[in-house]
């Protein structure tokens, strides 16, 4: 898939870009989730950081998460969302922060108690 047009982001063209993010992942189409995002997106999570988008991905793939989206909010090229993040059976509360930038994710901030994804690891 081809990288979004280098431009300015209104709120709706964020809104959508993060979904259709969101919606590649949950599908495991990481290829179209991947063309959605920043070569030099930062991700930051607790449990620790990755620096560019083939290193987010290579995790991704790896974890295979679901998104159940309960809420989003966006202002300008940010876009929070509030989910129930899905793996392995087990489903917590989540939010995630994502900043656009030229139409791409440049970067993801996410909260979410990771116990019970650890126990039994």
Known sequence: MEKAAHRKTTV???KEIVLEFVEAI????????R??????MVFVGVMGSRHGADAYFK???KMRLKYAIKKVFADGEDVCLFYD???DGKTVFG???YGLENGLVKTLKV?????PFLKGA
Do not use: V
């Open 59 to 61: 995790d991704m793939e």
């Open 35 to 40: 063309g959605l995002a920043d070569d030099d």
């Open 111 to 115: 909260l979410f108690d990771p116990r």
């Open 12 to 14: 709706f063209d964020a």
């Open 85 to 87: 993040l899905g793996m």
């Open 95 to 97: 939010c995630g922060w």
């Open 26 to 33: 949950n599908n495991e189409d990481f290829a179209a989730a």
